[in-house]
């Protein structure tokens, strides 16, 4: 072969050596087989200096890849950074990038425990302990400490004899478990310079000892660098987001005041409206209930509800508003029911309910609770909101269906209370102005009533009261210390009814009829003024009576009947001369006979006729003959045995006690009164 072509040949060998990325030791074979070819001399060198050239083009052609690798390295972390989405995920992808341009055996990254005070392992590639995996350095432990506590680069050919850094048991237990030799830590630093802050330590390990060179140092350090920004961004971003929460939070919270103010104004407009149209103590009851979606009562300050229940959309009753518009209970008339109150708290009907006192109590305990806070209280499952003037009470507003009332519409429930008491102040100056009016006419009726009936009753009209309408008279008394109590006590008592009343020998009070018997008008009526009173109060009660001469003759019976009931030890309580036998009699104004013979022994009348018997026969010659059976017989002509199956049939009919003193006398006037009707 000519030399020249040989020399081209072994030249061209090392270009395509260069070209395919042959390791380093496969040049040295160019020259070794060109001297085996016979090569020699000056050819021999030239082919030698061209090995060492390709030589230095291949490390260079090494370092740009190296360079290329760690650039495109890099720039994907800068990319992950960009689209920072999982921080756990940037990290990881950091670590394995590390462990692989390193070309190590593992890579770990730590970050500091900020509320233990320690260092844990945060990241881990390449490891196989689980000891190792679970270690945690405090401040200046290891090499780990030391980089952390100096900010910056440490690299260790040989951990385990390297003196530099304080070892632990733990640290060089997990070190040795893992296997690891060679070790390079770098800080994360925010910021730079002196004033840079350490978050962190990013690491690359060997199993072997190896030196790392300051271009790895470099490598590792710029990795750590993009961990830190991962690290910080990461941190902005879930401040951002708790930020952005927060002021979420905080738009929601101001978009609800908002919503709850502009709810306040629209209620306070519908009120105010309300009491400037005219509207009623009702109304307002009505207004709160459609505006709290509850049920709603007003009472007084003795606890007796003043209106009927308004029912409100999320109510007990449902949608259906107020109720009638009578009042009820302490404010209507005795022995009426215009209202359904709420369960629990008073009873309804004119006898005062099954526990009226008792709850009532209750009730006005809530409201000086109420009065005390200054605030609505939560009795027995209900809303209670005290309804003043000044520090008088006035009565309560009570909120049933809604026990979770939030704070605007608890707010809006307490101011309810003021409108309410602005129209019970109204209400009661009206009325008391009226009861003066009327006061006056029902003296005139009581003094003279045949002075001028038809002036009367058309006083009366003009007053809205129907004298010729029928009435019940109540006349009331109670102890002297406290009698100017019992004339404000009346008014409150009829306040919301149609009843009227006046001072005349006591408190009178006119009371229209409503099928409730006068007894049980003047029970109803004396349990709740004695609450109002706060001592006890008798009432007497007559009627119903209509025109101006019967309600005299009402009150006259009536004012007998009381007298007796004082006199009778009956302090407190309330009755009518149809309950007292045969002293009605006496004291009734028209001296019911026939209705005291009818109500004793009506029931014996009544069997004899049904079953052809001679009871009350048999009993007025018992009663004749002092009570003897001996005699009796004889005078009935009959056996003993007889006599004593009777009397054993008006005791089953007349009950056990026919025979006591009281209602002995009352049995024989019933007896002789008969057999003088009889002629």
Request: charged share 20%; hydrophobic share 45%.
């Amino acid at each position: 072969m000519p030399k020249n072509t040989s020399v081209a040949a072994h030249l061209r060998r090392l270009l395509e050596l260069l070209a395919s990325g042959a390791p380093a030791e496969d040049f040295g074979t160019v020259a070794t087989e060109a001297r085996r070819g016979g090569v020699g001399g000056d050819d021999l060198a030239e082919i030698e200096q061209a090995t060492q050239a390709a030589l230095r083009v291949h490390g260079a052609l090494r370092q740009h890849q190296r360079r290329e690798a760690e650039l495109t390295a890099l720039f994907d972390t800068a990319g992950d950074l960009a689209a920072l989405r999982d921080l756990d995920a940037v990290l990881r992808s950091i670590v394995r990038r590390a462990r692989m341009l390193l070309g190590t055996d593992t890579a770990y990254l730590t970050l500091p425990d900020e509320e233990a005070g320690d260092t844990f392992m945060r990241v881990t590639d390449g490891s196989v302990s689980e000891l190792f995996q679970n270690l945690r350095l405090q401040l200046g432990e290891g090499l780990g400490g030391l980089v952390a506590q100096t900010a910056r680069p440490y690299a260790t050919p040989d951990y385990r004899t390297d003196q530099r850094f304080h070892h632990t048991r733990s640290i060089d237990a997990g070190v040795l478990d893992e296997g690891l030799v060679a070790i390079l830590g770098v800080p994360l630093l925010l910021g730079s310079g002196s004033g840079g802050k350490v978050i962190g330590a990013l690491f690359a390990a060997d199993r072997t000892p190896r030196t790392f060179s300051p271009d790895e140092v470099a490598l590792l350090c710029s990795l750590a660098n993009h961990a830190a920004i991962a690290i910080d961004t990461a941190k902005a971003m879930t401040d951002a987001r708790v930020a952005l929460a927060e002021l979420a939070e905080a738009n929601a919270v101001i978009r609800e005041r908002s919503a709850a103010m502009q709810r306040a104004e629209e209620s306070h407009d519908r009120l105010s409206d309300l009491v400037l149209r005219g509207g009623d103590v009702a109304d307002v009851a009505a207004a709160v209930a459609d505006l709290l979606e509850g049920d709603v009562t007003v009472f007084d300050a003795g606890g007796w509800p003043l209106t009927p229940t308004a029912h409100g959309a999320g109510g007990a009753g449902g949608a259906g508003g107020a109720g009638g518009a009578g009042g009820a209970g302490g404010s209507a008339p005795a022995g009426t029911s215009g209202t359904d109150a709420p369960k629990g708290f008073v009873g309804t009907d004119g006898t005062g309910g099954t526990g009226g006192t008792d709850d009532a109590a209750a009730l006005v305990r809530a409201a000086e609770e109420s009065r005390a806070t200054a605030h609505a209280v939560v009795h027995d499952g209900r809303w209670v909101c005290a309804v003043l003037a000044g520090q008088e009470m006035l009565g309560s507003l009570v909120l049933s269906g809604r026990p979770d009332l939030d704070g605007p519409d608890r707010r809006l429930f307490e101011r309810s209370s003021v409108v309410t008491s602005l129209l019970l102040l109204l209400r009661r100056s009206v009325a008391e102005a009226e009861n003066r009016v009327r006061g006056d006419l029902i003296t005139d009726l009581l003094t003279a009533p045949d002075r001028d009936p038809a002036g009367l009753v058309a006083r009366g009209r003009n007053l809205g009261i129907d004298l010729n309408r029928p009435h019940l008279v109540l006349v009331a008394s109670t102890d002297a210390d406290v009698r100017e109590r019992l004339a404000g006590a009346a008014v409150q008592y009829l306040f919301g009814g149609d009843g009227v009343s006046a001072e005349h020998a006591g408190t009178v009070m006119l009371v229209p009829a409503s099928g409730a018997t006068p007894g049980e008008a003047a029970g109803a009526a004396a349990e709740q003024l004695t609450h109002l009173v706060g001592a006890p109060v008798t009432v007497a009660g007559a009627g119903p009576a209509a025109g101006p001469r019967a309600l005299a003759d009402a009150h006259a019976e009536a004012a007998r009947c009381l007298q007796a009931l004082k006199v009778l030890g009956r302090r407190g309580a309330g009755g009518s001369a149809g309950e007292l036998g045969f002293l009605g009699v006496l004291l009734g104004e028209g001296h019911d006979v026939d209705g005291f013979v009818k109500a004793t022994l009506g029931p014996l009348l009544e069997y004899d006729d049904r079953r052809g018997t001679q009871l009350v026969r048999t009993l007025a010659a018992y009663f004749g003959c002092g009570g003897s059976l001996t005699r009796a017989k004889e005078e009935l002509h009959v056996h003993i045995n007889t006599v004593v199956q009777r009397l054993d049939r008006v005791q089953a009919i007349l009950g056990p006690d026919w025979n006591s003193p009281e209602n002995a006398l009352e049995l024989q006037l019933a007896l002789r009164l008969r057999l003088l009707s009889l002629g």
